[in-house]
């Protein structure tokens, strides 16, 4: 187990180091420069040479990107190419938003999909298994803007109950605050989240509704509560980890449409923004935070996994 | 075999209403306007009205009429589903073959690169893609193909480390087989299965992405009609018509159902119980959060 850890820990380094190279690859390899970006449409080519001379970015490539990775160890992110601030600066800002969001959408992703996966992996031919089953499909397919979009049009347009666009409300200053602004967004995710959540629960519910020890329980006299409380679900959840895990690890790295549609100021709206103005540094910098979040999350999840599922062993 | 897979594929009966939906999906799209009516850029005074006889389905902003206008994104967004899959097969596909079937370094190499690309999620892969390439059909399926190649790759290889070692392979191999012939004629035919689920899956997942990016205002330009395009202007309209972010919504909605619905009777029909596993678990969602 531990060398486990150890091995998936050594594997971390390389991974983001292999992530940057590819994101830089892809950056440079594009036509048009920042430098075109930052100077504006009609810049003369001596302009354009001056901002690339002031940027670095006349420098060949492996060269401005060994410098960045240089800088990078020692702490320094890079500033933005577009507004001067520090990179580290603007990302530690949003980070709080973004985590707020992704922990309050999971938190609601549970409390929707447990009970429907129950529903589903229990009574599958039931007319509320059944019904589940049209809401898990149509909440798989309907893309999270769209939710988005909809929630808006009931609970900010014709019911006026919620604010359209969201604040970033810290929740250790106002509980209420925090959650009026967030919620919208966090169900948006949550009720396209929990469709995949749900599935999970309700396909390894169902399978370890045959296994013996089901069996043995019922045959002791426990009541079909008991043996759904202690024995079934405790066994059926832990598949669930692995995708509730994934899910809030990919949350955490920005839900970038999500944040967009509800003027979100988290890590994904940041990340669009940089994307759309070309502001290379930012770009880097953001996407090996959201990397970086995502392989921890992972690791996080298989090393839990195999802590509450003894026998699991990895070689 | 094919006609028996057919038949179990044609016994369920929503695959087929599945099936039928997107058919008449895209010959509507084929004719620009002539059951509506309305052409889909064709403006007019009737701005922003509900539904109503003359515009089955409200208009836009510009009095555009809007069932014209979805009828008409039908194409892109099944060119693009289409596209994305097959481009994203056509480079995934080999390399995981590649991968599987020499092992070692090559596949070392490979499953990095894969591991590395599945750690972003998809609309961010696409999101760079386009930042690079700039806005376009073409580009937005590069962007989607780039993002779901490695699933492709990952099930091509698992595929093919299965049946590396089996005898039939190592029978072709004995008979004078070259790598690539065995490949081609004798590996990739026996692991099609899951590809072909994965196409439609990634299909599904492309319409929603593609539309994503439309509505972030990076898809496909102006003033091609397009679903996301579409719900990003019905964005700015809300409180005058509500209508128009709910239709558009609801038809890409029930394409992708209906390709969700082919994707898994075709699972069914082809026996294929394998289990995704960690592959599908890291998409959590579909990937345009």
């Known amino acids: ?315 | 075999m094919r006609t028996e897979l057919l038949r179990r594929f044609l016994t369920d009966r929503w695959s087929v209403v599945a099936l039928a939906f997107l058919l008449a999906m895209l010959l509507s799209s084929l004719l620009n306007g002539s059951l509506t009516g309305f052409e889909a850029t064709a403006t007019s005074s009737d701005t922003l009205i509900g539904p109503s006889p003359v515009h089955w389905l409200g208009s836009d902003e510009l009095g555009r009429d809007s069932a014209s206008r979805l009828m008409f994104g039908a194409r892109s967004s099944l060119l693009v589903a289409a596209g994305s899959a097959l481009a994203a097969a056509l480079v995934g596909v080999p390399l995981g073959v590649l991968a599987g079937y020499f092992g070692r370094a090559v596949d070392a190499i490979a499953m990095r690169i894969i591991d590395v690309i599945l750690a972003v999620p998809t609309v961010l892969v696409a999101l760079v893609f386009i930042a690079a390439l700039g806005p376009s059909t073409t580009n937005m399926i590069i962007a989607i193909a780039s993002a779901s190649a490695p699933q492709f790759a990952r099930l091509a290889r698992a595929g093919t480390l299965e049946i590396r070692e089996r005898d039939f392979v190592l029978a072709e191999r004995a008979m004078g087989a070259g790598h690539l012939t065995i490949m081609v004629r004798v590996v990739l035919p026996n692991i099609l299965a899951p590809l072909i689920v994965q196409f439609v899956v990634t299909a599904a997942g492309a319409i929603v992405v593609a539309a994503g990016l439309s509505f972030l205002g990076l898809g496909i330009p102006p003033p091609e009609p397009t679903w996301g395009g579409m719900l990003q202007q019905a964005k700015a309209y809300m409180y005058q018509s509500p209508w128009y972010g709910i239709f558009p919504g609801v038809v890409l909605t029930l394409t992708v159902i209906a390709l969700d619905r082919i994707g898994a009777s075709l699972r069914r029909a082809m026996g294929s119980t394998q289990d995704l596993g960690r592959a599908s678990a890291s998409a959590p969602g579909r990937g345009a959060t």
Request: charged share 10%; net charge positive.
């Open chain 1, 1 to 315: 187990m531990r060398a486990y850890v150890i091995r998936r820990l050594g594997q971390f380094i390389p991974v983001l180091l292999l992530a940057t190279i590819i994101v830089w690859a892809m950056l440079f390899a594009l036509p048009g420069s920042p430098a075109q970006v930052l100077a504006g449409e009609d810049a003369t080519p001596e302009q354009i040479a001056a901002i690339e001379a002031r940027y670095g970015l006349d420098q060949p490539v492996w060269l401005q990107y060994l410098t960045w990775l240089g800088h990078l160890f020692q702490g320094d992110w890079g500033t933005s190419l577009v507004n001067g601030h520090a990179v580290a600066q603007l990302i530690g800002d949003r980070l709080p938003a973004t985590a707020q969001l992704a922990v309050l959408a999971m938190a609601l992703t549970l409390v929707i999909a447990v009970p429907l996966g129950i529903a589903v992996g229990l009574h599958p031919r039931s007319w509320y298994g059944r019904l589940t089953n049209g809401f898990l499909a149509t909440g798989l397919a309907a893309p999270t803007f769209w939710i988005g979009l909809l929630l808006i049009l009931l609970l900010s347009v014709k019911l006026n109950w919620l604010p359209a666009a969201s604040r970033f409300v810290p929740f250790w200053e106002s509980p209420v605050g925090a959650l009026r602004h967030t919620i919208l967004p966090a169900l948006a995710i949550a009720l396209h989240a929990s469709t995949v959540t749900a599935r999970f629960v309700a396909s390894s519910l169902s399978e370890v509704m045959h296994r013996d020890f089901i069996r043995t329980a019922r045959a002791k006299g426990a009541s079909e509560g008991t043996v759904l409380r202690r024995h079934a679900l405790r066994n059926a959840l832990v598949p669930t980890i692995t995708v509730v895990g994934l899910q809030l690890g990919s949350l955490l790295g920005g839900a970038v449409v999500t944040e967009v549609v509800f003027a979100y100021p988290g890590l994904g709206r940041l990340l669009f923004t940089a994307i759309d103005g070309r502001d290379f540094s930012l770009i880097q910098g953001s996407v090996l935070v959201v990397i970086a979040i995502f392989i921890v999350l992972n690791l996080l999840v298989d090393v839990l996994y195999a802590f509450l599922d003894p026998r699991i062993r990895f070689d």
